[in-house]
């Protein structure tokens, strides 16, 4: 495994685990996948030298943290583990909306700590921002948080440059994640270019695409009929042909190395920069495998030259959410 240091001097593995498909459903988890193998996927990862895993309050809501901390159980040491506030619940577990009142931000910061069963989080995100709650607010919340040991960095997900800015001159703000990948590089206009002049890191997430880069996609009818992707407007019937044609550049690359579509995307996303920690997100240990290994695959400037110009900026078909979530994006 390679390392790499995100903001506020906070040293990860290059790749990290994204453990939203781990446990529980909700919007965004698709694939079948059993706890048993979920568990030896996770500590698999330790093995190969991953310390980087990420979760959050709303994933499930709760049992994705729940796992994860049953599954680090004598295995904490040296692990930085990332998640995330920002939601409110009703009796039932369903999301009542956005809340980062300080109220709520230390509510879900004592549930996360007993649930991941550890004594710090890591990485504390604001998983959206919240209008209604001034930035400045918010990381007021998280400084006195820090003050009393309970988070050691904090990050802000979806953000935007505004709020970054605001957020950063409170105290410095280690990463901002966001999606970013071959088919979705929108923040190469901003985002990117802000993260480098504050000294943020970033962290990707859905670094494959939901699953198109890895080109095990080919049409339409290989998703399940109940897979949340055939609402997804990128794999729309009007969009998805065209961005075939991104993947098609992918293979042949990947042809050309002897390594699959996945470590040719990911491998590209590294490529952007050494502040840039992608967090695939796994359910089986052959995937994770698979992933872990474009740490090794390095693309020539022919090869990068080749998936710009199948993947430029913009120029993947359909926005990358439907108009709900986009709504929630940076704020």
């Known amino acids: 495994m390679k390392y ?38 996770l500590h698999r990862a330790i093995d190969l030298g991953v310390t980087f895993f990420d ?21 904490r040491d040296g692990l930085i583990i990332a998640t995330k506030f920002g939601f409110t619940f009703d009796d039932n577990g369903g999301v009542r909306g956005l809340d980062s009142t300080p109220q709520n931000i230390r509510r879900a910061c004592e549930g996360s700590l007993k649930r991941l069963g550890i004594d710090t989080i890591d990485l504390y995100y604001q998983h959206r921002v919240d209008p209604n709650v001034p930035i400045e607010e918010v990381m007021g919340v998280l400084v006195e948080l820090k003050r009393e040991g309970k988070i050691r960095h904090m990050g802000l997900s979806e953000a935007g ?20 990948s071959l088919w979705e590089r929108e923040v190469e206009n901003d985002i990117l270019p802000l993260c ?73 996303l590294l490529a952007q920069g050494d502040g840039i920690a992608p967090i695939p997100g796994f359910k089986r240990r052959a995937t994770l495998e698979d992933s872990m290994a474009a740490i090794d695959v390095t693309l020539d400037a022919d090869d990068l030259a080749t998936l710009d110009k199948a993947a430029p900026l913009g120029g993947t078909a359909g926005p990358r959410y439907g108009e709900k979530m986009m709504a929630m994006t940076r704020l």
Not at 14 to 27: F, N, W
Not at 244 to 254: F, G, R, S, T, Y
């Open 161 to 180: 440059v505004a709020t970054i800015r605001r957020a950063n001159a409170v105290h410095p703000v280690a990463a901002i994640q966001s999606e970013y």
């Open 196 to 268: 480098r002049e504050l000294n943020i890191g970033l962290v990707p997430f859905s670094p494959l695409g939901r699953g198109f880069l890895t080109g095990q996609i080919t049409k339409r009818s290989d998703l399940a009929a109940d897979d949340f992707r055939l609402g997804d407007p990128r794999y729309s019937e009007e969009n998805f042909a065209a961005n075939l044609k991104i993947v098609d550049a992918v293979k042949d690359i990947a042809a050309k190395h002897g390594v699959s579509g996945g470590q040719i995307a990911l491998a590209w």
């Open 55 to 75: 979760t959050a309050e709303v994933y499930g809501p709760h049992v994705n943290e729940q796992l994860l901390g049953d599954s680090i159980k004598g295995k």
């Open 4 to 41: 790499r240091t995100l903001g506020d001097n906070l040293k990860v593995s290059a790749l990290g685990v994204g453990c939203m498909p781990m446990g529980g459903g909700g919007d965004g988890v698709y694939g079948a996948g059993t706890k048993d193998e979920t568990v030896a996927t």
